[in-house]
Each structure stands twice: as structure tokens, then as C-alpha cells.
Antibody, heavy 124, light 109 residues
Framework: EVQLVESGGGLVQPGRSLRLSCAAS????????MHWVRQSPGKGLEWVSGISWNSRNIGYADSVKGRFTILRDNSKNSLYLQMNSLRPEDTGFYYCVRDFQGGYYGTGTYWDYWGRGTLVTVSS | EIVLTQSPGTLSLSPGERVTLSCRASQSLTARYLAWYQHQPGQAPRLLIY???NRAIGIPDRFSASGSGTDFTLTISRLEPEDVAVYYC??????????FGQGTKVEIK
């Protein structure tokens, strides 16, 4: 059974940092590109970042470019999102999502499994 | 950016009724790269449909979808209590890559 379990969310002050993790199991992690998607009350569902199976191709939404970094460790079946310079508008649930294929092309692929999400709240 | 507009915002129907959800794109999805997801409270979102009309693994055949160009539809042939959820359409045809509709909430009357 495919499982994606996010962790690392919490309450953080504006300008601070947070690192999210996603533990994957039940499938060959290094066969799939992975993504982070967030859901906030104001903006609905929003793609945040994606990474190819081998970390060679990476993409970010304009709203997080320069502040967030996506990483993966295939030896640990884990995906990460390093979030710096956090803003109140970054508040929301963050989901770890599996791409149905291994490459990252910025479009043209769908996602077949999601985690339950971890809540990030940016507030003073 | 391709904008997806879903309608209606909320549907309240009785068990056994037919459910029809709409998703309209601001520009044509020439490759029919449209997916539908089901999101129940506290659960992981679940892929229902990809490629506009292909059911994902394990999805009951009461779920079906169709459409092309800018107009797409998700149909639940007979509403079951476990279908209560928010349903999202998503396009993966444009650049930047992925955008979602705002969701349709399906409730049991």
C-alpha cells in the first residue's frame, strides 16, 4: 500500500524557517517524481514545488521561488521542503504528492497519491 | 495561467441520485490533461480520474467523466453516503503546470 506521511508542520513566526518531511513507503520511491502542494483558505489548492526522481529537474511556484527548497533522499525514501522567510500567506496544509512518472517536466503529468498533509501556521 | 471554474459550489442530494459536477477551463486543454480528485475531511485527497475520462485504480465504476476543450464533467451515477466530499478538477496541460478549480462540495440531503 502506498503511503505518504508528512511531518514538521507547526506554528512559526513570520520570517522564520521550517522544514517539512515526507516519509514514503509501499512503492519504489526512486521511480517517481514528487511534489509539494498546499491548501490555504484564501487560495485553495496550489502547487508549490516538484522534483524529478534523480533531483536533476526541479520547479517552484513563483510565490515561493527563492524562499523554499525541495529536496529528496532516495536512500531514505524521503522528500523534504525547506521553507525560509515564511510569510502569513504561506499558512495552510502542505501535502506530499506522488507523480505517476519519474521525470519532472513542469506540466503534462498527473499525480496519483497524496498524503494527509501537515499544517503550517505563520503568525506572530 | 489556466483558470478552472467549478460549478456548482455545493450540491445536496439524496442517496441513489445522479450527481453531475462541472469544470470549465479558461482556455482549451488540447491534450485533455484534466484530473478529478476527491477530498474527504481528514483524509488524503484521492485521484479519481486522469486524462479527462480514465478511472484511476480502484475507483468504483459509478464514477465517470467526460469532456474536451474547455468543458469537463464528473458524474456519480448513484450517490452513496461515502461519496460525501469536496471534488476538485485539476489541469496539467498548461504552463505553469498545474492549477485547480475551487472545488464542489457534495453533501447528502
Amino acid at each position: 500500500e502506498v503511503q505518504l506521511v508528512e511531518s514538521g508542520g507547526g506554528l512559526v513566526q513570520p520570517g522564520r524557517s521550517l522544514r517539512l518531511s515526507c516519509a514514503a513507503s509501499g512503492f519504489a520511491f526512486d521511480d517517481h517524481a514528487m511534489h509539494w502542494v498546499r491548501q490555504s483558505p484564501g487560495k485553495g489548492l496550489e502547487w508549490v514545488s516538484g522534483i524529478s526522481w534523480n533531483s536533476r529537474n526541479i520547479g517552484y511556484a513563483d510565490s515561493v521561488k527563492g524562499r523554499f527548497t525541495i529536496l529528496r533522499d532516495n536512500s531514505k525514501n524521503s522528500l523534504y521542503l525547506q521553507m525560509n522567510s515564511l510569510r502569513p500567506e504561506d499558512t495552510g496544509f502542505y501535502y506530499c504528492v506522488r507523480d505517476f512518472q519519474g521525470g519532472y517536466y513542469g506540466t503534462g503529468t498527473y499525480w496519483d497519491y497524496w498524503g494527509r498533509g501537515t499544517l503550517v501556521t505563520v503568525s506572530s | 495561467e489556466i483558470v478552472l471554474t467549478q460549478s456548482p459550489g455545493t450540491l445536496s442530494l439524496s442517496p441513489g441520485e445522479r450527481v453531475t459536477l462541472s469544470c470549465r477551463a479558461s482556455q482549451s486543454l488540447t491534450a485533455r490533461y484534466l484530473a478529478w480528485y476527491q477530498h474527504q475531511p481528514g483524509q488524503a485527497p484521492r485521484l479519481l480520474i486522469y486524462g479527462a475520462s480514465n478511472r484511476a485504480i480502484g475507483i468504483p465504476d459509478r464514477f465517470s467523466a467526460s469532456g474536451s476543450g474547455t468543458d469537463f464533467t464528473l458524474t456519480i451515477s448513484r450517490l452513496e453516503p461515502e461519496d460525501v466530499a469536496v471534488y476538485y478538477c485539476q489541469q496539467y496541460d498548461g504552463s505553469p503546470g498545474w492549477t485547480f478549480g475551487q472545488g464542489t462540495k457534495v453533501e447528502i440531503k
